[in-house]
């Protein structure tokens, strides 16, 4: 074999496993592709606090509250970390939806034996994260938390679903009058069901149903601002609640 014939076999050799590789290589996820996954894996996300949960209970640390939510309660903690002192508890989980935060309640808030739970949710029912919601299945949802917290003895504060003139993630689809629609029926449910019902739109919103400016960059996640706007309605009812 010539030297030619014997260094082309040679760079052969070498170019099959790149070009293999190259093609095996993994493209980036869309969102929709990373969520799909997601619920393959772990369709609630209970690994997603498994180690904080453990870490905290082994530390014999008392737990106050715990914030159970989606994105909007997951980025507070990340926003306004100060907020979050000892003895208040975020759980929230990005993308999540009130089927997801029914099966995360005994891991991330019944075990952790809090005084108060404050439950934020729907934003992702009716965006319909893991399939199409009626807003009943998302009230009854709601329901079941209330008791589960309730039946642990723990208090219960429900808050409103924050406004949104649109999602970014589900483009075209009406958000500001299921919204309306949810909070009316949490405002109405709260009282009879021994919960705190707490009202954050009156800070947030505007009369068409969206978010204020300078509130959310992107019409659904609050910025710092936002979150500083919802400490200020929270703080006293936390105060009387002793958390």
């Known amino acids: 074999m010539t030297t030619i014939l014997r260094r082309s076999f040679l760079a052969g050799g070498l170019m099959l496993p790149l070009a293999a590789r190259a093609q095996q290589a993994p493209q980036q996820e869309t969102w929709d592709e990373r969520w799909a996954r ?7 996300g209970l690994g997603r606090y498994r180690d904080d949960n453990a870490a905290l209970l082994a530390s014999g640390a008392k737990t106050g509250i715990v914030f159970m939510g989606d994105s909007i309660t997951e980025g507070w903690r ?39 739970v404050h439950i934020m949710a729907g934003t992702n029912d009716i965006a319909g994260n893991t ?19 309730q039946a642990n003895n723990i208090r219960v504060v429900l808050a409103s679903v924050p406004p949104a003139k649109g999602f970014p993630w589900r483009k075209g689809l009406e958000t ?8 009316a029926w949490l ?7 021994g919960a705190t019902w707490v009202d954050y739109t009156p800070v947030l919103g505007d009369a ?6 300078g509130l ?13 706007k919802m400490e200020a309605v929270l703080e006293p009812v936390l105060r009387r609640l002793g958390v």
């Open 176 to 183: 500001v009058a299921p919204i309306r629609a949810m909070n």
């Open 187 to 193: 405002r109405g449910y709260a009282p009879g069901a």
């Open 208 to 213: 068409e149903g969206a978010m204020l400016p």
């Open 131 to 149: 399939g199409p919601m009626t807003p009943k299945q998302s009230a009854d949802n709601i329901r079941m938390m209330t008791q589960l917290a």
């Open 78 to 116: 990340s926003k306004r970390p100060a907020f979050f002192r000892t003895g208040r508890v975020g759980r929230g989980i990005s993308g999540e939806t009130t089927p997801q935060m029914v099966l995360r309640m005994m891991a991330d808030v019944i075990d952790l034996k809090p005084r108060v």
């Open 38 to 44: 997601m619920l393959r894996e772990d369709f609630a």
């Open 216 to 228: 959310a960059n992107d019409g659904v996640h609050p910025t710092e601002a936002g979150y500083a």
